[in-house]
Structures are given as C-alpha cells and as structure tokens.
C-alpha cells in the first residue's frame, strides 16, 4: 500500500512509426503497512517486445532490475534504509507495431493512431503477463504528464490539461494532471 505519484515526459512522438522516447520520475510518498524488499512494475509494452529500457535509477543511484514473467514485469531490489519520500527514474522508448491482431488494441499503431495504454511501467504486484490484453493491477495514483507534440496533433487522455506553451523547436508541449486515477 503505497502512496504514489508518477510524473511522465513524452519528449519525442512519432504515431507513423509508433515510436516514443520518455522519462518517468515515480515517486513514493509513503509506505502506509511496510516497506517491501522490491517492487514490482507491470510493462506490458515489454511483454510484447515494444519496450526498450534506457536506464533506472533509485534515489539517483543507477540500478539494475530482474525480470519475470516473460519479460513484462520488472524487479526492482529495495535497499534495507529505505524510506519515503523515494524516487524512481526510469527512462525508456517503445516502438510500437501494427494494429494488433485479437483487436483490442490498446497498444498498437493503426492507420493514423498511435494507442498507448498501459505504455508505461507502473508499480504493481507479481502476476503473469496476460495474453487477452487484461489491464495490470495498479493502485490509482496522482500523475502529472507532459506531452511534447506536434501543433494541431490531436490526442486523448485522462486528468486535466492544465496548460500547454509553444516550444522553440516548433512542437507544443501539454502539461496533464490527474488525481486517484490509474
């Protein structure tokens, strides 16, 4: 039981070839039972080959996670000093493929839409990657997200658009906030 807030930068989108470059900053306010020894993130992205991990660190310090569940699930050790508040950053990209074929499609590139849900990884418990698409089991959390687009690129989310500002390389960039949503 966790109380969570993820901060998520999409810094390069491209829907054409499914393709995203992101940074998440997961931050741990509070450990409300106990302090685990590792925590556990569902990626189904990974799970399908879509999810190309840069790097993780705890507490600034580079780690190295463990893997399960074919690739979907990653590890992460906790040191036995930790304490809340506690951050985590981790920096990936997806590459995502075509329509997919069962059609529910909630991650996948078709025609001219680039769907990414559940594209990111978040804390969650050790379950097996799930073939029929099934969501993962997060807690809700409060995010705060930015989205650096091209102009008039349309897209859909959760939360609120809180502002937005013009960048100087031509793209516009969205700032997101949403409460006890997952």
Not at 13 to 26: H, I, M, N, P
Not at 51 to 69: C, E, I, K, R, Y
Not at 139 to 153: I, K, S, T
Request: a negative charge.
């Amino acid at each position: 039981d966790l109380d969570l807030h993820y901060a998520l930068h999409i810094s390069e989108l491209s829907v054409s070839r499914g393709y995203v470059l992101a940074s998440e900053l997961v931050t741990i306010r509070e450990f409300r039972d106990f302090v685990p020894d590792v925590l556990y993130w569902q990626i189904p992205a990974a799970g399908y080959g879509f999810f190309t991990l840069h790097s993780v660190t705890l507490a600034g310090a580079p780690v190295q996670p463990d893997w399960l569940n074919f690739g979907a699930t990653m590890v992460l050790d906790l040191p036995d000093d930790v304490a809340a508040p506690v951050e985590i950053g981790i920096d990936f990209q997806l590459d995502v493929g075509g329509p997919e074929a069962d059609g529910w499609g909630y991650l996948a590139v078709d025609a001219d839409v680039l769907r990414l849900g559940y594209c990111f990884p978040q804390i969650s418990d050790d379950h097996p990657f799930s073939v029929t698409l099934d969501p993962s089991y997060t807690r809700v959390a409060e995010f705060d997200v930015m989205l650096d687009l091209d102009a008039g690129l349309e897209f859909s989310h959760s939360g609120e658009v809180t502002r937005s500002e013009q960048l100087a390389d031509g793209l516009v960039r969205y700032y997101l906030h949403g409460e006890n949503i997952r």
